[in-house]
């Protein structure tokens, strides 16, 4: 992203995607879509400087639109989803110009301050103005910095990703902390700018990393982590796992990329943040990781009483549960319940073991049983997970060989 082309221009955003999302539940797209980029999801226990909570966005935009910009242009528009984002980058200056007026007058008096929180929704939702500001300042590098960021995923040379990573804006924190988070969410290996950053810095301490100003690129790695916690929510037979599973394992390259590269100063901010990121995405796994075994053990067995019959959503709870245990183990160096994990692998692996040599052998005695068979399908899938694709393959010729018999 050289600092030496042209500034790129806005995107024009079709008035028929804001429809679109507003039909799909969103009640106010946030400036149209024109920080949609640098937006994160509640909770947001750990606010940055380059990313804004939805709500806050949402919030703020309500306000500027409705009280600040009512004469600029016509709120119905922004209701319907139908208004131009041509209208709004228009109105922009004027816009931004009322803004800037709105904080200096609560600046006048202790009352003027208290009501301008009033009007907003509140004294944190005020405090984060300004970095609503810096990303509307930064807009038309939101775009730049996202695609710079896709690029890196196919740049082999390090020598030219740090050149680049050096050319960004990060000399105004306003707008470098938006741009980083711009840039960091569809990149697949953030490890090696963070490699990058420390080659620039000559030392991988935080000081070091501070001094050089790179300090809103380990910010935007963590928010983008921390991005993660809400869709890491194992509750309920009917939950997305596969998304689960996604977005544990991109928390867990993300949060790699700092702690296995970044020497982190224990009484830092960034310590801090990792920690509580650390622990808030184990207590959400917490609860469904104690439960795994159990779940196994009863999809796969045999009721004590009355008719013998497949629990679907058991079997799918449990084939679930070894999915994202299979996950866990993966990710386990980003989380803080591995004694926890140990428990429910060696207890996963035993059950599964039991029953799929119990469902194998009932096969091989009524081939014709339809529900050991399902129970054991079922198994050879979980067995894939928990152990290797070649001892399922294993499974899989047994059951096969049975069912001859």
């Known amino acids: 992203m050289p600092a030496s082309s042209p500034e790129p221009q806005p995107q024009e955003l079709p008035a028929t995607s804001l429809r679109a999302r507003l039909n799909q539940g969103e ?8 920080l949609d980029a640098v937006l994160v ?4 226990p750990f606010p940055f400087d380059g990313s804004i909570s939805r709500q806050h966005a949402t919030q703020l935009w309500t306000w500027m639109a409705r009280d600040l910009g009512a004469d600029l242009f016509d709120r119905r528009l922004i209701e319907a989803g139908t208004m131009p984002v041509g209208m709004l980058e228009a109105a922009m200056p004027q816009l931004l110009g009322r803004v800037r007026d709105a904080v200096a007058e609560a600046g006048t008096s202790p009352t003027a301050d208290a009501r301008a929180k009033a009007v907003v929704g509140g004294e944190e939702i005020w405090q984060r103005l300004p970095v609503v500001l810096g990303a509307l300042r930064a807009r038309a590098l939101l775009g730049k910095a996202a695609a710079f960021g896709r690029a890196t995923n196919a740049t082999a040379d390090d020598a030219a990703l740090a050149t680049a990573l050096q050319s960004m804006p990060l000399h105004d924190k306003a707008v470098g902390g938006p741009v980083m988070h711009a840039m960091i969410g569809d990149v697949i290996n953030p490890a090696r700018l963070v490699i990058a950053a420390t080659k620039i810095a000559g030392d991988a301490g935080e000081g070091a990393i501070t001094r050089a100003g790179l300090a809103p690129l380990i910010d935007a790695i963590l928010a983008h982590a921390q991005n993660q916690l809400h869709l890491i929510d194992p509750s309920g037979p009917f939950a997305d796992f596969d998304r689960l ?3 544990l394992e991109r928390f867990h390259r993300l949060m790699r990329a700092v702690t296995g590269y970044i020497v982190v100063s224990r009484t830092g901010r960034w310590a801090t943040v990792i920690a509580g990121l650390t622990k808030a995405i184990s207590d959400r796994l917490e609860r469904s990781v104690r439960t795994i075994g159990s779940e196994v053990n009863q999809s796969m067995r045999r009721p004590r009483e009355g008719n013998d019959r497949v629990d679907s959503e058991r079997l799918l709870a449990a084939l679930n549960g070894v999915y994202l245990l299979a ?11 591995n004694a926890l994990f140990d428990h429910a692998w060696a207890q996963t692996g035993e059950t599964l073991e039991f029953h799929l040599t119990r469902n194998l052998d009932l096969v091989r005695a009524h081939p014709g049983d339809r529900v050991a068979c399902e129970r054991l399908e079922a198994g050879i899938k979980m067995a894939e997970l928990r152990f290797n694709a070649e001892y399922a393959d294993v499974l899989r010729r047994a059951y096969e060989s049975a069912l001859k018999h």
């Open 27 to 34: 009640r106010s797209v946030p400036f149209l879509g024109l």
């Open 41 to 44: 999801e509640a909770p947001v």
């Open 245 to 247: 599973c996604r977005a």
């Open 327 to 337: 996950t866990i183990r993966d990710c386990k160096d980003s989380l803080a319940i």
